[in-house]
């Protein structure tokens, strides 16, 4: 399987406040939001996880083992809580979201020294690209 590890900088964002929309986040937070350039680490030991989304702003932590359900707090997001599960899908890590919003959840995978996200939230689609720190 692909290897995550590492620290990843954000160099692109597409309809990151659609997303933020279909997760109800209010409109002072997206603006700051939206400004931001996060940074992901990633630690990974076969299939343990933890991603850390770090900004100036706000900081999210996710632990997971791939294919084991986690209730998941989304704290600092939309702090709506979530049965969520990550599975792999090739060389892609694909997490469902279970909860009040549909279609929810996120793939990420790497091409070439880029780390690629997709965010899924009802009907929007955000996409994010990273590079190696
Ligand atoms: C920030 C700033 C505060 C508002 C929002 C944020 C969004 C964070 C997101 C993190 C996704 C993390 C994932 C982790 C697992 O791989 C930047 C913290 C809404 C969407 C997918």
Sequence with gaps: PADFNGTW???SSENFEGYMVALGIDFATRKIAKMLKPQKVFKQDGDSFSINTTS????????FTIGEEFEEDNKGLDNRKCKSVVNWD??????????????RGWTHWIEG??????????DQVSRQVFKRA
């Design 9 to 11: 900088n954000l160099v």
């Design 113 to 122: 020294d880029d780390l690629y996200l997709e965010l899924r939230c009802e």
């Design 90 to 103: 090739g060389d892609k890590i694909v997490c469902v979201q279970t909860g009040e919003k549909k279609n």
């Design 56 to 63: 100036t702003f706000r900081t999210y932590l996710v632990e």
